[in-house]
């Protein structure tokens, strides 16, 4: 049969998609008036992506890019994606900020810079203020701003005199670094810098302060399907990312569809490092600016506003974030508000999140999400985190299995007003606070809790619950507490004093079950070991509590690999367990909803930390073959 010529176009289309995609290339050498040709590149990784369509890669040579990457537009699927990437042995390193020349000896060890106004664009980092809702700034202004001597941020002082005279803030996680401080002063042609580089000479050295507020970020939603990939990025004067905000960040999703964030360096945010969040349409710091209602009622607003606007599977969520190393910013790793719906969270190395501590608030956190619906969170490694995972209304199909969890100074895991089901498996918990449960709802199996349980009702709130694998709401409710299911857990137990309840609606406090004895709804709890002294739940099924003190355990750093050295008892491998599965947990009280994997089949809990297969009566706790007598076990 004869193909027309006006046909063929149409026809080769079909046959050969993709077959137009291209690879740009992006060069220091390069030049914005370049085709993006390997021979001829462009310069900046913006122009690139003025020209990128779906299908397209954008290859980013060895180089430092300082500019603000805005894409816009995204792919068309996750077959034909837009990706971005630095290529491949190369350190493509993109910054928020500008090094600054100059500087003038002012008194002492501090220093002076004038800085044109005009260096900043429509926003200047040291004249904006960070605000929002849930922000607390600890009774003084903070700048989005920041100074960063060879890679590292100063501390901000409200006042000259904090340079002039600094003291230790004793808040911070290293205090002696607090003194290394510095101060904005703006009028209307220039910004004024004082900073206090005790003793070393800024103009010899690396100084750079914050002048865009974010590394790569669309401008606006639904720039789907999205990868970055293998880049170092920071210093990003990035503002507070509320749940009932736009939630910007240093790298960020902007309520777009199948991002893929992967093997990247991210540091030195002011806010937020990675943000899989909301859009400002739906509310934008909505309790500030109308306080007359309480943050509950407009956060419950903001969600129907969302599901008007169409918040589904369908157009937000579906993201990848994964073997990223982030560190050094102020509120949060990674956060979203309803945007991480549907996403994949591993293999991230989180560290140093609010280590300055010079404002707090409570959206703080290594990872921190509200609706976490169908969202999957393991392998991850947090610590020196404050808090390091905080599971914030409709953790819903969440599963969270396989992290490391220690040296966080809030507590490892808060589950804030959620109902279930959620699935909590072979973590490693070992701070001083474990777990933060103000929820119901939850399956906690194979785990390892070091540190204190807090068990708390949450009686005033009503938050969603939703339709299975949905965005919908089904109902609301408020959290009578309970409702969880506890099975071949090990808790050990501290020194720290517990805390009863003095009345059944209180919290309680301490090491084991025994907080959950006071809650309106019963647990289910079997297989569980309780070592030096930690207590099972009343109504415990065959509890294994072991007399004598309590297994000394520490964890130990070296290099790039974390080892936790422990003596388990012997006596773990014969306690008398079920394999975990659906079937066992049943469902829950509230949302009504079997514990089952995102697709809907059914839940198996067949493997142990490491990924070894479990037997039919598992061994307790995080490792199926723990090692007989004291051991030193790689855990990363």
Same mark, same amino acid.
């Given at each position: 049969?004869?193909?027309?010529?006006?046909?063929?176009?149409?026809?080769?289309?079909?046959?050969?998609?993709?077959?137009?995609?291209?690879?740009?290339?992006?060069?220091?050498?390069?030049?914005?008036?370049?085709?993006?040709?390997?021979?001829?590149?462009?310069?900046?990784?913006?122009?690139?992506?003025?020209?990128?369509?779906?299908?397209?890669?954008?290859?980013?040579?060895?180089?430092?890019?300082?500019?603000?990457?805005?894409?816009?537009?995204?792919?068309?699927?996750?077959?034909?994606?837009?990706?971005?990437?630095?290529?491949?042995?190369?350190?493509?390193?993109?910054?928020?900020?500008?090094?600054?020349?100059? *500087?003038?000896?002012?008194?002492?060890?501090?220093?002076?810079?004038?800085?044109?106004?005009?260096?900043?664009?429509?926003?200047?980092?040291?004249?904006?203020?960070? *605000?929002?809702?849930?922000?607390?700034?600890?009774?003084?202004?903070?700048?989005?701003?920041?100074?960063?001597?060879?890679?590292?941020?100063?501390?901000?002082?409200?006042?000259?005199?904090?340079?002039?005279?600094?003291?230790?803030?004793?808040?911070?996680?290293?205090?002696?670094?607090?003194?290394?401080?510095?101060?904005?002063?703006? #009028?209307?042609?220039?910004?004024?810098?004082?900073?206090?580089?005790? %003793?070393?000479?800024?103009?010899?050295?690396?100084?750079?302060?914050?002048?865009?507020?974010?590394?790569?970020?669309? #401008?606006?939603?639904?720039?789907?399907?999205?990868?970055?990939?293998?880049?170092?990025?920071?210093?990003?004067? +990035?503002?507070?990312?509320?749940?009932?905000?736009?939630?910007?960040?240093?790298?960020?999703?902007?309520?777009?569809?199948?991002?893929?964030?992967?093997?990247?360096?991210?540091?030195?945010?002011?806010?937020?490092?990675? +943000?899989?969040?909301?859009?400002?349409?739906?509310?934008?710091?909505?309790?500030?600016?109308?306080?007359?209602?309480?943050?509950?009622?407009?956060?419950?607003?903001?969600?129907?506003?969302?599901?008007?606007?169409?918040?589904?599977?369908?157009?937000?969520?579906?993201?990848?974030?994964?073997?990223?190393?982030?560190? #050094?910013?102020?509120?949060?790793?990674?956060?979203?508000?309803?945007?991480?719906?549907?996403?994949?969270?591993?293999?991230?190395?989180?560290?140093?999140?609010?280590?300055?501590?010079?404002?707090?608030?409570?959206?703080?956190?290594?990872?921190?999400?509200?609706?976490?619906?169908?969202?999957?969170?393991?392998?991850?490694?947090?610590?020196?985190?404050?808090?390091?995972?905080?599971?914030?209304?409709?953790?819903?199909?969440?599963?969270?299995?396989?992290?490391?969890?220690?040296?966080?100074?809030?507590?490892?895991?808060?589950?804030?007003?959620?109902?279930?089901?959620?699935?909590?498996?072979?973590?490693?918990?070992?701070?001083?606070?474990?777990?933060?449960?103000?929820?119901?709802?939850?399956?906690?199996?194979?785990?390892?809790?070091?540190?204190?349980?807090?068990?708390?009702?949450?009686?005033?709130?009503?938050?969603?619950?939703?339709?299975?694998?949905?965005?919908?709401?089904?109902?609301?409710?408020?959290?009578?507490?309970?409702?969880?299911?506890?099975?071949?857990?090990?808790?050990?137990?501290?020194?720290?004093?517990?805390?009863?309840?003095?009345?059944?609606?209180?919290?309680?406090?301490?090491? %084991?079950?025994?907080?959950?004895?006071?809650?309106?709804?019963?647990?289910?709890?079997?297989?569980?070991?309780?070592?030096?002294?930690?207590?099972?739940?009343?109504?415990?099924?065959?509890?294994?509590?072991?007399?004598?003190?309590?297994?000394?355990?520490?964890?130990?750093?070296?290099?790039?690999?974390?080892?936790?050295?422990?003596?388990?008892?012997?006596?773990?491998?014969?306690?008398?367990?079920?394999?975990?599965?659906?079937?066992?947990?049943?469902?829950?009280?509230?949302? %009504?909803?079997?514990?089952?994997?995102?697709?809907?089949?059914?839940?198996?809990?067949?493997?142990?930390?490491?990924?070894?297969?479990?037997?039919?009566?598992?061994?307790?706790?995080?490792?199926?073959?723990?090692?007989?007598?004291?051991?030193?076990?790689?855990?990363?």
């Amino acid at each position: 049969m004869a193909i027309s010529h006006s046909a063929f176009p149409v026809v080769l289309l079909l046959i050969l998609p993709g077959a137009f995609a291209r690879e740009l290339h992006v060069s220091p050498k390069g030049d914005d008036a370049n085709d993006g040709s390997a021979p001829k590149p462009f310069k900046t990784i913006s122009a690139a992506a003025r020209v990128a369509q779906p299908g397209d890669t954008v290859t980013v040579h060895e180089g430092v890019y300082r500019e603000r990457v805005n894409p816009p537009r995204g792919g068309e699927s996750d077959a034909k994606r837009i990706v971005y990437q630095a290529a491949p042995g190369e350190k493509a390193v993109i910054k928020g900020s500008e090094v600054i020349r100059g *500087w003038k000896p002012f008194q002492g060890t501090v220093w002076k810079a004038v800085v044109p106004n005009s260096l900043f664009g429509d926003s200047n980092p040291y004249r904006d203020l960070i *605000w929002g809702d849930w922000f607390n700034g600890k009774g003084r202004p903070h700048h989005t701003g920041e100074v960063y001597l060879n890679g590292k941020s100063l501390y901000e002082s409200h006042l000259l005199e904090g340079v002039l005279n600094p003291r230790p803030y004793p808040d911070s996680r290293d205090p002696q670094g607090s003194l290394y401080t510095w101060y904005a002063e703006t #009028d209307a042609e220039n910004t004024y810098i004082y900073a206090n580089f005790r %003793g070393a000479d800024p103009n010899r050295e690396l100084v750079e302060i914050n002048v865009r507020p974010a590394c790569f970020y669309p #401008d606006a939603p639904g720039r789907d399907y999205i990868t970055v990939r293998g880049f170092h990025m920071s210093q990003a004067a +990035t503002q507070w990312a509320a749940p009932t905000a736009e939630q910007p960040g240093l790298i960020g999703t902007h309520w777009s569809k199948g991002w893929i964030i992967e093997n990247n360096v991210i540091s030195n945010s002011k806010c937020s490092g990675i +943000t899989l969040g909301k859009d400002r349409a739906t509310g934008h710091n909505v309790w500030t600016l109308d306080p007359r209602k309480d943050g509950a009622t407009h956060y419950n607003e903001v969600i129907f506003r969302a599901l008007n606007a169409g918040w589904s599977r369908d157009t937000v969520g579906s993201h990848v974030v994964r073997n990223n190393v982030i560190s #050094d910013c102020e509120q949060t790793g990674i956060c979203g508000s309803l945007g991480a719906v549907f996403s994949l969270i591993e293999n991230n190395h989180i560290y140093n999140i609010w280590a300055k501590r010079q404002f707090t608030g409570a959206e703080m956190a290594g990872i921190k999400l509200h609706g976490a619906i169908d969202v999957t969170i393991r392998n991850n490694r947090i610590h020196n985190a404050g808090r390091g995972l905080w599971m914030d209304w409709m953790a819903q199909g969440t599963r969270i299995t396989a992290n490391l969890l220690y040296d966080n100074t809030t507590d490892d895991l808060f589950v804030e007003v959620n109902h279930g089901p959620f699935v909590v498996d072979n973590n490693l918990f070992l701070s001083p606070l474990s777990l933060q449960d103000w929820s119901q709802g939850g399956a906690y199996a194979h785990n390892l809790f070091a540190g204190r349980i807090l068990s708390r009702p949450e009686l005033k709130r009503y938050t969603p619950y939703h339709r299975p694998h949905s965005t919908m709401v089904a109902g609301r409710s408020n959290i009578k507490g309970g409702d969880s299911r506890f099975h071949n857990n090990v808790f050990l137990k501290g020194a720290e004093a517990e805390l009863p309840p003095e009345k059944p609606e209180d919290r309680a406090s301490g090491y %084991g079950l025994w907080v959950y004895d006071t809650r309106e709804f019963p647990l289910a709890a079997g297989g569980n070991v309780y070592l030096g002294g930690a207590r099972p739940y009343s109504k415990e099924r065959g509890p294994l509590a072991l007399p004598g003190p309590s297994p000394k355990w520490r964890v130990a750093g070296e290099g790039e690999s974390v080892y936790l050295e422990i003596e388990l008892p012997e006596a773990i491998r014969k306690t008398a367990t079920l394999l975990v599965t659906s079937d066992l947990l049943g469902k829950t009280r509230v949302s %009504g909803l079997p514990f089952v994997n995102p697709d809907g089949s059914p839940l198996v809990i067949g493997s142990d930390y490491f990924g070894k297969p479990r037997g039919a009566a598992p061994v307790a706790g995080p490792f199926e073959q723990p090692a007989r007598g004291a051991a030193k076990v790689k855990v990363w």
